[in-house]
């Protein structure tokens, strides 16, 4: 990070920590009336995401160079300044609550990428169905407990590691995302930003593990269709040439193939052979070489995957600890916003962030040779930044919209609340969205089925609550931009040499498998 920017987001954490206090204190005094402002507004967002979607499709050097300008120029900078001056009072205060929350949402993401980064799993692993089926499980059980953020940045390299051999490998990634950044945080307040505002709402903590039903429902169902297509890709992968030993093979087999290549070599060179002709012909030279290459080839297998029946092993293991630290500081910052009625909503969860994050820069420096073996760089963090930069801008009357007109869509049944919250999360931002259909269930005042009730007093039944919940948190699988370890996920495999789908390629994915899947939840759970 260069110097001048330092300070600049200090005085952004600290000028936060005021607006904020000023923002919730004024919540509680009667609201002003509601700017009435057109759905054209929407359009920058709209904008945006075909943006994100067709120009990297007709010239991708010219986004990747042009994107900052782009973003902020274009979308971010304009609208922030329309609605921060320009649109009354209510879209000021929405403005500000969107630059903090981005501020907030880029250092969370920052912190576990640089934390991540530092961690590296080293020891054989070859990326089989099995193995891949086996991360996406582990993945989606603790993206509920450490962040489907969390989740993602700690075991996304290991696994494009595994698979580096595999030819066709853009799939695994996709329904990694699924999974592990997505679908798997429904379970606690931690895995996901729309269950931890309800936390912060009056939820009890332990009430999103009522639905662990329609987590291992979905789960399974996607895990099994990953494991099937999975299968069929890696049958179609390119068998390793005749006489050679396949990468990713057992590493015994390649010691052994190692050593012929190396006798061969040393029998070509046989300095008796040559003493007696006196030459050395131009096929030997080729024949030696091609040994030698060979054997040089398999060596470096053997450096990246692992000696067979070595245990797998981690280095960097003291980021282990700040990636624990940023778990329970997003954990302290709800449990007191809960008990202390003064405590800031932003500053001291985003202040305990980056210090974590300097910490693992500090005992695992970004150039040091662990960060250079695991391919990490900043790359994609600014990529992230700068493309949800623009999002979060162009959102606001977006969400303007459906707060204050939400109550009118007619939304009334579990199934259109669960659809509703899902649609609008694959593109907008979750967690308000999630807030806005919780304000929209509470309108309809239907008899309590939850055994408790949110802070201000409000209602819900057990079913719209649920439906709610995995919908915001499901359907942000659908789309690139539906949750933010999405896109940064996408930016580390390509970065790692995969090459990932288009916007519109993913979500041919998404149609397919997530799509028919959520009709089923729907049909079994929120009929």
């Not at 992968?237 to 050679?244: C, F, N, R, S, V």
Request: aromatic residues 12%.
């Amino acid at each position: 990070m260069k110097r001048p920017a330092f300070p600049l987001l200090m005085l952004f954490l600290i000028t936060g920590m005021i607006s904020t206090q000023a923002l919730y204190a004024s919540s509680s005094q009667a609201a002003a009336p509601a700017a009435n402002i057109s759905a054209l507004w929407s359009l920058p967002f709209v904008g945006i995401l075909l943006c994100i979607a067709i120009i990297p499709l007709i010239n991708a050097h010219f986004w990747e160079k042009n994107l900052w300008w782009i973003s902020l120029g274009i979308f971010c900078l304009p609208m922030a300044i329309i609605f921060g001056v320009f649109m009354g009072e209510l879209l000021r205060e929405k403005t500000i609550e969107k630059l903090l929350e981005y501020l907030s949402f880029i250092i969370l993401l920052a912190s576990l990428f640089v934390i991540s980064g530092g961690i590296l799993v080293k020891g054989k692993m070859n990326g089989t169905p099995v193995l891949n089926s086996v991360f996406l499980l582990v993945g989606s059980i603790i993206a509920s407990f450490v962040g489907t953020t969390g989740a993602s940045m700690l075991l996304i390299r290991p696994l494009i590691r595994a698979n580096r051999n595999r030819e066709r490998k853009a799939h695994i990634v996709i329904f990694f995302i699924f999974l592990v950044s997505n679908i798997g945080g429904v379970l606690t307040p931690l895995g996901d930003p729309p269950l931890f505002l309800g936390y912060l709402q009056g939820v009890p903590f332990e009430w999103t593990f009522r639905l662990f039903p329609q987590w291992i429902f979905t789960s399974s169902i996607v895990l099994v269709i990953f494991f099937v297509y999975d299968n069929i890709m890696y049958r179609r992968e390119k068998p390793a040439a005749p006489g050679e030993a396949a990468e990713g093979s057992d590493s015994g087999d390649l010691i052994k193939s190692i050593g012929s290549d190396i006798n061969a070599a040393i029998d070509l060179l046989n300095p008796d052979q040559h003493a007696v002709q006196g030459t050395i012909s131009r096929r030997l030279l080729v024949s030696v070489n091609e040994r030698l290459t060979s054997a040089r080839g398999k060596i470096k297998t053997l450096n990246e995957t692992g000696i067979a029946g070595s245990s797998i092993g981690l280095e960097g293991k003291i980021n282990l600890v700040f990636l624990a630290g940023v778990v329970f500081i997003v954990f302290m910052q709800g449990f007191l916003l809960k008990k202390v009625a003064w405590w800031p909503h932003f500053g001291p969860q985003e202040v305990g962030m980056l210090i974590m994050l300097g910490l693992s820069l500090v005992f695992t420096p970004a150039k040091s040779g662990l960060r250079i073996e695991n391919g990490f760089t900043f790359q994609p963090i600014k990529e992230v930044a700068l493309i949800f930069a623009g999002i979060f801008a162009t959102m606001i009357p977006a969400l303007y919209i459906l707060e204050t007109k939400g109550a009118s869509l007619g939304i009334v049944e579990p199934w259109q609340f669960f659809w509703a919250a899902g649609g609008l999360s694959s593109f907008l931002d979750n967690a308000p969205t999630y807030l806005t259909f919780v304000s929209v269930g509470k309108s309809l005042h239907l008899p309590n089925t939850l055994n408790f009730v949110f802070n201000d007093g409000g209602t819900l039944t057990t079913p719209i609550l649920a439906a709610i919940s995995c919908g915001a948190v499901f359907m942000g699988a659908n789309t690139y931009i539906g949750n933010g370890p999405n896109f940064m996920v996408r930016s580390i495999a390509e970065e790692q040499g995969v090459k990932m789908p288009s916007f519109f390629g993913y979500m041919l994915y998404s149609g397919l498998v997530l799509i028919p899947t959520f009709i089923l939840v729907t049909l079994i759970f929120f009929r």
